[in-house]
């Protein structure tokens, strides 16, 4: 971290820091972004709280049905090849 990086702020009597308004628009953090606050050894670290949880393939493999016949592989080439064209030509 470089000194011009370099911000002491104060802790508050309730435990509360302001972080200024400098860091939180390098880090594109707008009022309401939730922050995971990590203690290790070397101080303590924000993180922006993501958005969704982290997954794993087999925790949402089935999440949309299909009902139907099942497709044959040269059936999803042609789909998958239909919207590329499409978006290719639509963008």
Known sequence: MSEDSRITITV???GRIVLPKSICRAQDWKAGTRLLVENG????LLRVV??????????????????GEAKSVAEMDAGIMAEATRSRFNN
């Open 50 to 67: 993501p958005h969704f949880p982290e997954t794993r393939p087999e925790q949402v493999f089935g999440c949309l049905s299909y009902e």
């Open 12 to 14: 508050s009597t309730k």
């Open 41 to 44: 050894p070397d101080g303590v």
